[in-house]
Every structure is written in C-alpha cells, then in structure tokens.
Nanobody, 125 residues
Framework: QVRLVESGGGLVQHGGSLRLSCVASGRTFSIHAMGWFRQAPGKERDFVAAANYNGRTTTYADSVKGRFTISRDNTKNTVYLQMNSLKPEDTAVYYC??????????????????WGQGTQVTVSS
C-alpha cells in the first residue's frame, strides 16, 4: 500500500479554480494508477478522475469533463487535480487513491487499495 496525503482544498466562489495535490510516500508511486474521488454529505463516494502510471491515459466523470484535469509528476510522487469553472455542486470532500493495476484507469472505489484522508472543497454560489 501507499500512504497518501491530500492538500489544496478550501473555499472558492462559483467559477473559481483550485488545484489539489496528493503526495505519496514510498518508492512504489510510479507503479500505481491514481484516482480522485469525492463525497458530498449524505452521498456515496463518486469517481472524479483517474490517470494510469505514467499519466498518459486519463479518464473523467462526465460531470467534470472539460473543467478538471488530472496530472502526475512521478519525480515528486505527486498527483494533481486542477479544477476550473467550479460549481456549487462540486462541493465535497475530495480523496486521492492508489490503484495497484498500474495501467488501468478504473472508476470503482473498491478497486483502489490506498486512500488519503481527504480535503474539503467548498464552492459558494
């Protein structure tokens, strides 16, 4: 497993931007696919974006396509989520997760075996 720590959340106005970061410990980061998920109060944890081990293959939830971008820097053991044109419905706790299937870009939470503690994103209307 990989230890993950997210940062970068906060309060932003409708239409604003935030960049989330997730730093991984250990030397196995580059052989994991990475994903971002989010969970709003009273709702299930939903898929947001995923990138394979080298970041060349990515996939996004329809609700964020064209507004969010996932990227990774394996030299820094870090995966990012750039979020633009934020909407109130993007308000949630955002989690990064590591998938040991390095080539995959999977969307189901149960396929990820390591999770961060989450970072709160709040978008005001």
């Amino acid at each position: 497993q990989v230890r993950l720590v997210e940062s970068g959340g906060g309060l932003v106005q409708h239409g604003g931007s935030l960049r989330l970061s997730c730093v991984a410990s250990g030397r196995t980061f580059s052989i994991h696919a990475m994903g971002w998920f989010r969970q709003a109060p009273g709702k299930e944890r939903d898929f947001v974006a995923a990138a394979n081990y080298n970041g060349r293959t990515t996939t996004y939830a329809d609700s964020v396509k064209g507004r969010f971008t996932i990227s990774r820097d394996n030299t820094k053991n870090t995966v990012y989520l750039q979020m633009n044109s934020l909407k109130p419905e993007d308000t949630a706790v955002y989690y990064c997760a590591a998938d040991p299937n390095l080539g995959a870009v999977r969307t189901t939470p149960s396929e990820y075996d390591s999770w961060g503690q989450g970072t709160q994103v709040t978008v005001s209307s």
